[in-house]
Each structure stands twice: as C-alpha cells, then as structure tokens.
C-alpha cells in the first residue's frame, strides 16, 4: 500500500489537496473519508466535487444517506460522484431501499462502472465495501482550529494513473507569483495557473525578475570591474 500525509492550514489549502484527488479518481474507485465529527469531512468533500466541476451545492447526506451529482463529461467515463453517509445506518436494511446495487457492482462491490463512491463512515458497512486493498482511504485529523491532517492510502496499482506521481510526491504549494494553494497535479505547478507562470516567464525574459543574492553577501560594486 502506499500512504503518505499532508496537512493543511486552511479551507483553500485543503481545497488543493482534493482538486488533486480529484484529478486522479477513475470510474468504479470508492473512497473511505474518516474522521471525528467535525473534522471537515464536508468540507473536504465538497472540494473534491467542486473540482471534479460539480456546481450543485454538497452537502453531508446525512438523513437520506446517498446524494449522487452528475460530473461533467470526462474522458475516462467518469459521469457520478455517489456520496454516502453511513452515520445512520445500522443493518443491510437500510441499504435496500437506496438502489444499492445501482450504485455498486453486486460482485466486486466496487463503485458502478460510471461512477466514484465517497463514503463517510464507512466502518458502519464495511461489510458491503471491496477489501480496504482496493479503496482509496482518506482520513482526517485536526491539528488546530483549521490546520487539518490527511492521510492517505491507496492501492500500489493507483501509482500507474496520470498525475498520481505528482499527488504522491509533492504537496500543494503557494504560488510565487498569485499566493494561491496550488494543485500537485497542476500542470504548471508551482504556478497557479497558466497566466501566472506567463507572468513569471515574463519577468526572467525581461530584466525586471531580481534574483537575491547570498545570505550575508553585499551587494556588487559598480566601480569595481569584473
């Protein structure tokens, strides 16, 4: 398995951190979201979704237990995000009624072929989940009033996907130019966007990007030939 931990300071950071996972999620994949009450599983969730270019409002299905958003078209067929809460649920009873088996492949019991489960409290039904070796798990742990820790494990073969590497390895990062938390699957990282990392560009094509020079050096004598 692999797993590593990120934490994040604020709303925007975390919000990096999701878009992405979001960027690397396939059809059929379930992912575990745990943490205390309040640790900011809704909060987490609703990045992820707003990244995958959900534009309805999340929000915890706490009562009714499923909500499920279309996501816009994608290449990989991903077409439903099927988001859980299993705080109230107690039996298989309570999953009868919710078109389980339109939701999950009766057999594997992954997510269905169009879709990507996110589910919150998932050891209240871990009995109608794929083995923990084929679920993404994301816990989450407060570290202060905002500063959340995440820890992830995921199956080795998710190393294989496009732009994984990039969410293993590297962490989101404030943008030198704009000061926004960037993806670790942007494609211009460490740059927010492609305007900012033009911006920067621009400023090493011209003489206006001003390198510091060394801690404790002086600055060079003009007077003095080189």
């Known amino acids: 398995m692999i797993v590593f931990s990120r934490t994040t300071t604020d709303e925007s950071h975390t919000a990096a951190l999701a878009s992405a996972l979001a960027d690397t999620l396939a059809p059929t994949d379930v992912i575990l979201l745990e943490g205390e009450m309040g640790a900011g599983k809704t909060t987490f969730t609703r990045a992820l979704a707003n990244a995958l270019g959900i534009t309805q409002g999340v929000s915890s299905p706490t009562f009714v237990i499923v909500n499920v958003y279309p996501v816009p078209p994608r290449q990989d067929g991903l077409a439903r995000l099927v988001h859980i809460d299993a705080y109230r649920v107690t039996s298989d009873e309570d999953l009868e009624p919710l078109g389980w088996d339109q939701l999950f492949d009766t057999h594997t019991k992954l997510a269905s072929r169009d879709a990507a489960a996110l589910i919150e409290w998932p050891s209240n039904i871990a009995h109608a989940l794929p083995a923990p070796d084929q679920c993404i798990r994301v816990q989450i742990r407060p570290v202060g ?32 130019k704009t000061k926004r938390w960037t993806s670790p699957t942007a494609l211009t990282y460490p740059f927010f966007d492609k305007r900012a990392q033009d911006s920067d560009l621009f400023g090493w094509l011209t003489d206006s990007y001003a390198v510091p020079p060394p801690s404790g050096s002086s600055p060079p004598d003009p007077d003095t030939p080189n």
């Open 145 to 176: 009033t905002s500063a959340r820790e995440f820890t992830f494990t995921l199956p080795p073969a998710f190393r294989s996907r496009p732009r994984a590497e990039w969410l293993i390895e590297r962490p989101p990062i404030r943008c030198p």
